[in-house]
């Protein structure tokens, strides 16, 4: 729908606003760090030393990955919220309007709503004319795409969380590879400098890696488990709101519900 289409659009826009924000504010504070140092001392401190260390091919590589993650977590933590997926002002509304049996205000109720709760509705609404479990079935379904879907947004930190450690080492045997070759091709005694370069090198771009996993681990678990929590959570409510709208509505017609829902062309 052109509605929730759009209302992704704005929160993707609002975690990568946020994201870009956080970035800038840590580019800045190197910026002053860096001044502040004015030349008072030939050793910098460290973040500037693990900026310098990054160089132009990982420092830009591990900054996009980093500012993706955050948006990533910003756009997951916005869509699960209990609120919003099981808004209370909507399951009550809901109820009182079935029990009152205004089935057709109902179900345009849940087919105007974004959350997860209304959407999954629908679905069973739409079917609940050829029986309780055919309704179940449709609302099922509509929640396993749901959190499919989200279940598949969330596989992208798991994908950080793997791909950061990979990045580092990369970073650490390019690292290697510079201290061995000053090794390797000095006709006099290997600078020290020059060897400790390559050596600090490895480990920055294997800290930067490790940095990026760890949250990116966490939160592909904290995700996957509040997935779950809501997915169960408005199974079971949805299921409620069927089962109490197909009685009543078999009570209105003192038979089988046949417009509990509007027919939906497909």
Same mark, same amino acid.
């Given at each position: 729908? /052109? =509605?929730?289409?759009?209302?992704?659009? @704005?929160?993707?826009?609002?975690?990568?606003? $946020?994201?870009?924000?956080?970035?800038?504010?840590?580019?800045?504070?190197?910026?002053?760090? #860096?001044?502040?140092?004015? !030349?008072?001392?030939?050793?910098?401190?460290?973040?500037?030393?693990?900026?310098?260390?990054?160089?132009?091919?990982? !420092?830009?590589?591990?900054?996009?990955?980093?500012?993706?993650?955050?948006?990533?977590?910003?756009?997951?933590?916005?869509?699960?919220?209990? !609120?919003?997926?099981? /808004?209370?002002? =909507?399951?009550?509304?809901?109820?009182?309007?079935?029990?009152?049996?205004?089935?057709?205000?109902? $179900?345009?109720?849940?087919?105007?709503?974004?959350?997860?709760?209304?959407?999954?509705?629908?679905?069973?609404?739409?079917?609940?004319?050829?029986?309780?479990?055919?309704?179940?079935?449709?609302?099922?379904?509509?929640?396993?795409?749901?959190?499919?879907?989200?279940? #598949? %947004?969330?596989?992208?930190?798991?994908?950080? !969380?793997?791909?950061?450690?990979?990045?580092?080492?990369?970073?650490?045997?390019?690292?290697?590879?510079?201290? $061995?070759?000053?090794?390797? +091709? @000095?006709?006099?005694? /290997?600078?020290? %400098?020059?060897? @400790?370069?390559?050596?600090?090198?490895?480990?920055?771009?294997?800290?930067?890696?490790?940095?990026?996993?760890? /949250?990116? *681990?966490?939160?592909?678990? =904290? =995700?996957?488990?509040?997935?779950?929590? *809501? @997915?169960?959570?408005?199974?079971? *409510?949805?299921?409620?709101?069927?089962? #109490?709208? +197909?009685?009543?509505? %078999?009570?209105?017609?003192?038979?089988?519900?046949?417009?509990?829902?509007?027919? #939906?062309?497909?």
């Amino acid at each position: 729908m /052109p =509605f929730v289409s759009l209302i992704s659009r @704005s929160r993707w826009m609002t975690a990568a606003t $946020f994201a870009l924000t956080l970035c800038c504010l840590v580019t800045l504070g190197v910026d002053y760090a #860096q001044a502040a140092e004015g !030349g008072a001392s030939k050793k910098p401190n460290l973040i500037i030393h693990i900026v310098d260390s990054a160089g132009w091919v990982f !420092g830009p590589m591990m900054l996009g990955i980093s500012v993706f993650l955050t948006a990533l977590c910003v756009l997951l933590t916005l869509d699960l919220r209990m !609120g919003v997926a099981i /808004p209370p002002g =909507f399951v009550d509304e809901f109820t009182d309007t079935v029990n009152k049996r205004r089935f057709k205000e109902a $179900f345009d109720m849940a087919r105007e709503d974004t959350s997860f709760l209304a959407r999954v509705l629908t679905a069973g609404m739409s079917r609940l004319q050829y029986g309780l479990e055919d309704a179940r079935e449709a609302s099922a379904n509509m929640l396993e795409g749901i959190r499919s879907e989200k279940e #598949q %947004k969330n596989s992208y930190t798991a994908v950080i !969380g793997t791909l950061g450690p990979l990045l580092g080492l990369v970073g650490t045997v390019y690292g290697m590879i510079l201290a $061995f070759m000053e090794l390797a +091709y @000095s006709d006099t005694t /290997p600078n020290p %400098k020059a060897l @400790s370069s390559g050596i600090s090198h490895a480990l920055v771009v294997t800290l930067l890696g490790v940095g990026v996993s760890v /949250p990116a *681990i966490f939160f592909n678990a =904290f =995700f996957r488990n509040r997935i779950v929590r *809501i @997915s169960m959570d408005t199974g079971h *409510i949805a299921d409620d709101l069927l089962t #109490q709208m +197909y009685h009543n509505s %078999k009570k209105a017609t003192g038979g089988p519900s046949t417009a509990a829902a509007p027919t #939906q062309t497909r």
